[in-house]
């Protein structure tokens, strides 16, 4: 995946790195060459008076150290030569100059190596005993080296600092460009799954309202969809319950016909079964989408007593443990919270029903609700069946998940419970009874 | 008992006649707003059964003609819809009850008989299995058998006939026998009740415990 922050940096940081180092480099030749000529000049000047004296005084001055130095430190030689490079006098180690010989005071510099170390050779031209001669002086170049690397050395720690200076500017530019793009990031991140409203492009920077502004487009896309599709769904399982309600009259009056007659008795049991089921899953899927968080209002929250809640559905969970056999008993103390009526009572219908529907016949399911411990109210929902291995109890709060393919269930019931307990900022936990088997489920308000 | 059952759905409508007939009520079907108002004003019924998604005028339009004429017959609505704001407007609109479909027979029964109640000159007595409780006479039988019942014992007893087939909470019978806020405690009733379950053996009723909530009373063995 390819980076802005590197991409600007790459072309950024490259362009000013080669500036800097041609700029150094500029300014390493307009500090080294004047430097060079001025030494250059002094050589030359030194070889001319050389010459001048060796006119005057003779050979002398060629034999005398004093004469050479110049002053700063460096070794000198000299040698005197004729027209036909012969050594004439001074330092034998010291090459004549190549023919022809340089004009009068045009003595041309050349670099050498004299006993192992660099040098810088002037020539001058001069009238020995009548004949033309040349002097050549070499010195050592110790203390232009020296002048070389200050140079370099200031330019180096300069154009570091100065790059590394640039750099970090560039970066921090960067990152504040970037910022918004982050912003944007750290909002979408903060939504929650569900939440398709539109991005707020207050605050963002203009090269980024296109952007917000095809993202909200698309985000208005999928929220229509969602909700075509929430209503089709709905719609769907309204439509069905009608000739569901029917059909579970009609088989009720058959069944009570033909209890006489076991074949019918049996099909027909088979049938009110299957027509149950189809009720149920119609109904999980209404309450399904009730407990979407869109459709979650908050206006809707109204005080409201867990035990009283509780109450309004016992007589169904009596009839449905009746049937199994199950000792359903309750333990209901009042339990006050904020809640929406409708899903608090799909959350209790869903618990109890899982308890009932798990729990063998002859079993024990007991409700209970009340004050919590730390404050707000809890609902507990325990029975003596089998209970669910703490391995797979977050597993079944997953939609459509079902650990025992034995028995009946859509396996919608506890997401519905987790959907619920979530929008009402509760907590829902599983665990299981102080003795024996058996799955406890409790549900703590705030 | 006359019930106007109002219902577009041929099926449902089928159904629901047949098991109304078979608690002994007489039915009469609509099927669509226009013709259940017309019913209503010619022959009332003691109760209606009215579905709320019907063709012509919807089962909220009927029920809100109906009161608009003065008429106080008891509406239990039928709804497929169970979104808050039909239940809310259903109630609002003059209807005495509500039953999201498919609803569990029973619970239909008890409920058309609960609103025919409220609209019945009080019927004094009081029968499931082989109780018979007349309230007018104060006479209790089981079968042929008279029963001896202490004015609490009555009361509880009178209560749950009256809530026969539904689960009602200890509470709900304190306060059903002791509206004055007399003093009567939870464990009371359970001592009259026991009492009753002693004295009702082979009366074809069962009184069953609902373990931390209450009763419920019930034709059978």
Redesign the interface.
């Given at each position: 995946m390819s980076s802005i922050r590197l991409r600007l940096l790459k072309w950024l940081v490259g362009p000013i790195l080669v500036f800097n180092l041609g700029a150094a480099a500029l300014t390493y030749l307009l500090a080294w060459t004047p430097a060079q000529l001025a030494f250059d000049d002094g050589l030359r000047a030194a070889a001319g008076a050389l010459a001048g004296r060796v006119r005057a005084e003779g050979l002398a001055p060629l034999n005398d150290g004093q004469a050479l130095e110049d002053g700063v430190g460096e070794a000198g030689w000299a040698a005197l030569h004729d027209a036909q490079g012969r050594l004439l006098a001074g330092s034998p180690d010291l090459a004549p100059p190549p023919a022809p010989p340089p004009a009068p005071n045009n003595g041309a510099l050349r670099d050498a190596r004299l006993h192992g170390e660099p040098v810088r050779i002037a020539v001058a031209a001069l009238d020995w005993q009548g004949a033309p001669a040349t002097i050549t002086v070499a010195r050592t170049v110790r203390a232009r080296q020296g002048v070389r690397s200050a140079i370099v050395r200031s330019l180096v720690l300069l154009e570091g600092v100065f790059s590394l200076a640039l750099v970090g500017l560039v970066w921090l530019s960067v990152g504040n460009g970037l910022a918004p793009l982050a912003r944007l990031r750290a909002r979408l991140d903060a939504r929650g799954s569900a939440d398709l409203a539109p991005l707020d492009d207050a605050g963002m920077p203009r090269e980024l309202a296109p952007v917000v502004g095809a993202f909200n487009a698309l985000l208005g896309r999928i929220d229509a969809g969602a909700q075509a599709q929430d209503a089709f769904r709905a719609n769907v399982a309204?439509?069905l319950?009608?000739?569901?309600?029917?059909?579970?009259?009609?088989l009720?009056?058959l069944a009570?016909r033909h209890t006489g007659d076991p074949d019918s008795t049996r099909s027909l049991g088979l049938m009110l079964q299957a027509n149950e089921r189809m009720?149920r899953q119609t109904n999980q899927l209404?309450s399904l989408e009730r407990a979407e968080p869109n459709r979650f209002a908050r206006a809707?929250l109204q005080p409201l007593d867990l035990a009283a809640l509780v109450?309004e559905s016992?007589?169904?969970f009596?009839?449905q443990a009746?049937a199994k056999d199950i000792?359903?008993?309750?333990?209901?103390a009042p339990a006050p919270l904020q809640g929406d009526r409708?899903l608090l009572r799909d959350l209790v219908d869903n618990l109890v029903d899982n308890a009932l529907r798990y729990t063998p016949a002859g079993g024990r399911v007991?409700v209970a609700c009340g004050g919590a411990a730390q404050g707000g109210s809890f609902l507990r929902v325990e029975d003596n069946g089998p209970g669910i291995p703490a391995h797979q109890r977050q597993q079944v709060f997953e939609r459509f998940v079902r650990l025992d393919e034995k028995t009946v269930g859509s396996g919608l019931g506890l997401a519905i419970v987790r959907d619920i307990a979530n929008l009402h900022g509760a907590e829902l936990s599983l665990g299981e009874p102080g003795e024996g088997s058996g799955a406890v489920f409790t549900v703590v308000f705030p | 008992m006359h019930i106007l059952l109002v219902e577009d759905?041929?099926?449902?409508?089928?159904?629901?006649t047949?098991?109304l007939q078979?608690q002994g009520m007489q039915v009469e079907i609509a099927r669509d707003g226009l013709q259940a108002d017309a019913l209503l004003q010619r022959n009332p019924p003691m109760v209606t059964v009215l579905?709320i998604?019907l063709p012509g005028i919807d089962g909220f339009e009927v029920v809100r003609r109906l009161r608009a004429r003065g008429d106080a017959t008891p509406v239990l609505l039928l709804t497929?819809?169970?979104a808050?704001e039909d239940r809310v407007r259903g109630l609002e609109t003059g209807a005495d009850d509500y039953l999201?479909?498919?609803?569990?027979?029973?619970?239909l029964v008890a409920r058309i008989r609960a609103l025919a109640r409220r609209n019945a000159p009080k019927s004094t007595v009081l029968a499931l299995g082989n109780i018979l409780l007349d309230t007018g006479a104060r006479r209790a039988r089981v079968g042929e058998r008279a029963l001896e019942l202490s004015v609490r014992e009555w009361a509880v007893l009178e209560y749950l006939l009256q809530h026969a087939g539904?689960?009602v909470?200890k509470q709900q019978i304190v306060d059903a026998i002791a509206p004055w806020g007399e003093d009567l405690t939870l464990n009371a009733v359970e001592v009259y009740v026991s009492r009753l379950r002693l004295k009702l053996d082979g009366a074809g009723v069962a009184l069953?415990t609902?373990?931390?909530?209450g009763y419920?009373l019930e034709a059978g063995a």
């Open positions: 309204h439509q319950r009608t000739p569901l309600a029917g059909l579970r009259l009609q009720e009056w009570a009720i209404l809707r109450a016992i007589q169904h009596v009839e009746a000792d359903l008993g309750f333990e209901l409708f007991t | 759905d041929a099926v449902l409508a089928d159904g629901l047949r098991t078979a579905d998604g497929a819809r169970d808050v999201v479909k498919p609803f569990a027979t029973p619970e539904r689960v909470s069953r609902i373990r931390g909530f419920l």
